[in-house]
């Protein structure tokens, strides 16, 4: 559009303006200007650390290892960096901050790393006697959620001692240390006695963490009930007991852009029907699944709403108090819960399942539901809908599981 005759061209410098024009290679935009300004900060911040210069002195590998854990871009920092850094490291630099901050971050980016678990776990041993339940909650947690138990021979026995020490002192640390403990199987009976005594309780409860606690503890008492047949001490009463995992975990809420349930759920729809099947179902005592089946004898899938979708908890077993014994129901129906296990739901770079997600899939196979779990490799694979469908056919088929005018 031209400007109309004797306008002034506002793109025209002002008088008191110096120009400067870009020669080659040069930015046309003003080289102290705020877009250059940021970029410049960006490319200095993309940077790897410079090498110190004579007049810094040279950083020992305690103070690298911190300084790796304290930088928030993850990927900067590789383990191969943590791993010779900590070799490198002086005994006396090895601080309670820095371990936990080493524990952190394994916990937070999934990395199921044995020689810094290894060290985590000798450091626990080494440093028993000063450390609190505080801290130890803290050292203690990457073991739960990587589903890794250290070779470190006196690993178990010291957090037993811990716990002996401390479990007055800080209820939500111990409770805290105990769930590391639950996911790994290696519940001690003599912390679990304390937890469930009525002097425990009544000290946590109205308190600020009561409700935490209280959900920690209705988790441990179903261990107690799946897990420890021989156990004999006191347990959670029955009005102190709150559901355990009633919707789904948070890294599922906060990635459900990415996961695969919606077109599962899509291919189900089409393939079953809506009447036969459940989504985000949460069953006794407050596990959620992802969808839930129920079979008859025959192998026909049956409408939800027909049948009781729960099985009952505490299981009736075979044999009591056998720890093979399988749970019965009064009648034949058969629950089959689909397991969705997407990427995040691993240790990174492995197929390991975090913690949190075996030990759900162990307890709700104790409890009696048939577990057909749906691999994200295998789900990733399917190109539309029409391949997902006939994948979760195959599935299905493959359980024996009828449906339609054949299977009711």
């Not at 080659?24 to 877009?35: R, V």
């Not at 020490?165 to 009976?189: D, F, H, K, W, Y």
């Not at 839930?292 to 939800?304: E, I, K």
Request: aromatic share 6%; glycine share 6%; net charge positive.
């Amino acid at each position: 559009m031209r400007r109309p005759r004797g306008e002034p061209d506002s793109r025209a410098p002002r008088p008191t303006e110096r120009v400067t024009y870009a020669g080659p290679g040069e930015s046309c935009f003003p080289s102290d200007g705020p877009l250059l300004c940021a970029l410049e900060q960006e490319r200095r911040s993309r940077l790897p650390p410079k090498p110190p210069t004579p007049h810094q002195p040279a950083t020992h590998g305690g103070q690298r290892l911190e300084m790796a854990l304290s930088c928030p871009h993850f990927l900067r920092y590789p383990r191969q960096h943590l791993i010779r850094s900590l070799a490198e490291a002086r005994a006396e630099d090895l601080t309670p901050h820095v371990m936990v901050l080493l524990a952190q971050h394994l916990a937070r980016h999934r990395l199921r790393e044995p020689q810094l678990l290894e060290a985590i776990a000798h450091f626990l041993v080494v440093e028993e006697a000063q450390l609190n339940s505080k801290v130890v909650q803290k050292l203690v947690l990457p073991f739960g959620r990587l589903n890794y138990l250290p070779q470190e021979q006196q690993f178990l026995p010291c957090l037993e001692r811990i716990l002996a020490r401390e479990a007055g002192v800080a209820p939500l640390a111990t409770v805290n240390i105990l769930m590391s403990l639950c996911q790994l199987q290696c519940l001690p009976l003599r912390a679990l006695q304390f937890v469930f005594s009525p002097s425990f309780i009544n000290h946590i409860s109205g308190t600020p963490p009561s409700l935490i606690v209280r959900r920690y503890l209705s988790l441990l008492d179903t261990a107690v009930e799946l897990e420890l047949p021989g156990y004999r001490g006191p347990r959670l009463p029955q009005r102190q007991r709150v559901p355990v995992f009633p919707q789904p975990l948070i890294t599922d809420r906060a990635r459900c852009k990415y996961s695969h349930k919606d077109i599962v759920a899509e291919g189900l729809r089409q393939l079953l029907g809506e009447e036969k099947y459940r989504r985000d179902l949460t069953v006794p005592p407050g596990y959620c699944t992802d969808f839930l089946l129920c079979v008859g004898s025959s192998g026909a899938v049956l409408p939800v709403r027909t049948q009781d979708p729960f099985l009952p908890y505490p299981p009736r077993s075979c044999q009591q108090g056998h720890a093979d014994s399988k749970p019965t129901t009064q009648d034949s129906t058969q629950r089959v819960v689909l397991m969705l296990r997407e990427r995040w739901h691993f240790c990174r770079d492995g197929r390991v399942l975090l913690g949190s997600r075996a030990l759900r899939e162990r307890h709700l196979g104790l409890m009696g539901y048939q577990l057909l779990p749906l691999p994200f490799e295998e789900l990733e694979s399917q190109r539309g809908l029409p391949q997902l469908k006939s994948y979760l056919r195959q599935k299905l088929q493959a359980l024996g599981l009828r449906w339609g005018p054949e299977g009711g």
